[in-house]
């Protein structure tokens, strides 16, 4: 196969000329073995069987009785062998190398131009691959199904990022939609569909996040303590009057959110993975009192948006792309964590694509400054929950996070008899300042 031709005068630029290494992703009873340093981080080998999951759901309502089945949700068919293709592009008089696999998206495509050229997807027309116009529509296909050959040629006409109208970053918009991925034991009714977590191109993704993306850690991780991985927006604070300074930020928390990550912090070291630029990120958690302000629990690091990437699923007979957070960009770095001790809290359960055992959905809090946010006490259920199962279970991946609220009502009936709108060991529905409810005092941050 011929390889692209050497950069010249800054001019061109080339991919490296090998193919990147795509590691051997184990079946889900594998996930079970224990990790260690030599061996590749793992994630889930689940269905790729998709379920709509309504955004809101009853206070105490079982997940399995709020989602209503779906037809199979599979990746794009995988090309009969994968090849890989040396294409060259031109723009604004210059041209460009590019290398992608037949595995690969269109999506792909476009996010290595994006690198070289600044010009975001949404933007790019490119002109030569096919008949006419390859529009975004196109952006889940592979492709393999393109019909190109090695040595392609193309056009690309689009308006670098930094010359467009920049709007004020922020939390995601307010999704109407939510797809979640089955962690076991159901039937397909697609045998070629691959799950996510085996898809070559998403374990390549994986791979480039692993390598380019550093940790930077505000406060170690500490021995044998879980992983807990929390999303910030609309999981643990309404940021959207949070963003517009329409509420004091305290008010824009979840109700019992400091007493909530208070009573967890013996037993979990904690993350906050957003899908929001960092340094939104770290602002947001301050004013909030997540970070600093002599908390008595500690952050032990944020991830944001960079460290995510874009799947590509069928659903309905329509290809729709949603963003993904893959546990195994932690579990790479500090290899004691894996699904065995992992634990990811999202109001998006379509987050947990890669990881469906290692997540849990709670309710979207989206209610702040109403008397209905107000009596909001997922936080508090949420809470005995994590504490019970580090107490007693050796090994997550034997549990069904979708089964949390029956779980934490069998062990803790008492809780659940109590007024609405209180919970045990509180006078209110903020955060008290004290010990948690219903729990010992933790101990303050080592």
Known sequence: MAQPPPAADGQRTTEPSTPPTVAAMPSVTETSTAASPSAPPTTDAVSPTALVVPDTEAEDASPETTMVDLPTAAAPPLPSAEEWLNMTFKWSGKAYDVRVSTSDLVFDLRSQIESLTSVPPDAQKILGLGRGKLSTDSDGQRIGTLGLKDGAKFTLVGTPEHLRFKEREGPPPLDEWDLAYPTRGRDLGASNALPPALDPRNVRRVEQIIRKREITVMNEPRPGKRLLVLDLDYTIAD?????????????????????FLHRVYPHYDIVVWSQTHWMWLESKLVELGVLGGGARYQICFVADRTSMFPIFSERGGQMVKHE???LAYFWARFPHWSSKNTIHIDDLARNFALNPSSGLKIRAFKTAGTAEGRRDRELYRLGDYLVEIAQNVDDFTTLDHAQWKKRRSAMMPRMDDEPAGQEPGSSSGGDSGGGPPGGPEAPAPQ
């Open 239 to 259: 940021t959207r009057p949070l963003l517009d300074g329409a509420l004091p930020p305290l008010e824009c928390a979840r109700p019992g959110l400091n007493d």
């Open 324 to 326: 993904v957070k893959p």
